[in-house]
């Protein structure tokens, strides 16, 4: 005889009853949300019951996304791919690869400058490395001006900052004072969806860049993979804010590759609940973490080997590696008295990779010139300083365009900079504004028909000034 009455005993004793479909629409803890994803503010996730008369969730038998094509071959110990014709999946002026905070801004700053702009990113949400990377601090939004700050994210970054700020628990710090911005990442994936969305960007998500469709020298668009195969989206002009310059490597541009630390960050939760003062005086702690905008949580920032971020191998390693690191550290804290509750809430689902692939543009800016505050006639966006501790930078368009290869163009953590200058381009507040720039830029080449080399550079300036950028 069995000792309950099982939960399963229910359903057989209620459906042989006739209340199956009752129960399958009542307590299915998996019911999927429907109509609230047209809504424009964080509805009440609206569970779609499955249609009267279903017992299941199963949908019908549809046709196979994926059209049949003569797979790669083992030739003479080769593996062989033929020659095959792509389905083109989507025709824009503007195509971002990569959604990352200087891809975000690219695509809405084209799309809003009046180009037909898509977007395709390989994860199912926006934000790069500032939000799956769980990146949260945006250094660099300001910069000293005189005993003063000066905000130099303006624009379309400073918008988004903004947004983030009229919802509670969403950015910390943003007013200018002794710290920087720490937003929340899920809030800030949210408002660039809805940023995307208001600006009219198509958006193709779960899509993975893989290669460039070239006419000689000149980019016409991308070839991606995605669970429906391996389709082309054309494009006028292509901005490549993959941070790791899959595309302008594809296309055959002139970069450099480099090693850099790769890190995993991870957040703490119960933050609030430590007892400090039942520790033993002197008791030392791995890195407890910055605070975030939920006061329960920390964001643990790490630095990490340096490796190539580009090697499979390496980067499965060290996900396992650092995943153990942050264990062995939270081993470490639990035992210290007062400290027991702290847990690991999350570990970032994209690994740390800094730097990869740095685009050698028409211009390379050094840190030399950046710490001169050299000016250029062809400046498209200024950088910022951590701790706002020195003057804004001018940032010329050429860090922004290949040497040799035509409509196309980076932005974000691939600009073209000298070593040195490697950990200002690529802060949070520098890839947005270079974002900005990129998509003004790629908006007004597309619309004026001609290539983003030749592109009228003050036209591009009045754009990014209409948009509300600061140009110094
Ligand atoms: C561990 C760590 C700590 C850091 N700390 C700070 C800090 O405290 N403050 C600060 O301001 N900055 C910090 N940075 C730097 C900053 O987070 C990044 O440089 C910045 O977010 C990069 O933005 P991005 O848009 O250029 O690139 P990313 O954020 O990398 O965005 C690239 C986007 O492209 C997508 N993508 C990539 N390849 C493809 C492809 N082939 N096809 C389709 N999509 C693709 C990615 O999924 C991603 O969404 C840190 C970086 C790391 C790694």
Redesign the pocket.
Known sequence: MKPHFTRRDLMKVLSAAGFGTLISSTVRADAPTGAAAAGPAPAAAGASAPAAGSATFCGQVIAPTVPPHAPAALVGGQVVQPQRTLPVLHQADVLV???????VMAAIAARRAGAKTAI????GYFG???T??M?L????THVKDGAGKKKVVRGLGDELLERLKKIDGAIINQDPGAHNPTADPEATKFIMDEMVREAGVDVFFH???ADAVMDGKTIRGVV?ESKAGRQAILAKVVVD????G?IFAAAGAEYVQRTYAI?T?HRHGNMDRIEKGKAPAGTKLPPLGGVTPLPSLTWV??RGPKENGLDVAALSRLEMDHRRDIWNRLRQIKQTPGYESIFIADTAP?L???ITRVLVGTCTLTYQEMRAGKKFPDVVAVGGAQGANHAGWPIPYGVLVPKEIDNLLTA??SVSADEKLLDDT????A?LTT?HAAGAAAAVAAQSGCRPRDVDIAKVQELLTEQGAYLG
């Open positions: 690869v990569g959604g990352g905070s200087a891809g395709i990113e390989r994860y790069g490395l500032w799956g990377g990146v601090l945006v250094i660099g899509c993975w860049g991606f804010a993959t941070g790791d899959d890190g960050v920032n790490t994209q740390g990779v800094r974000g953590r690529r802060l949070i507040a890839c974002g």
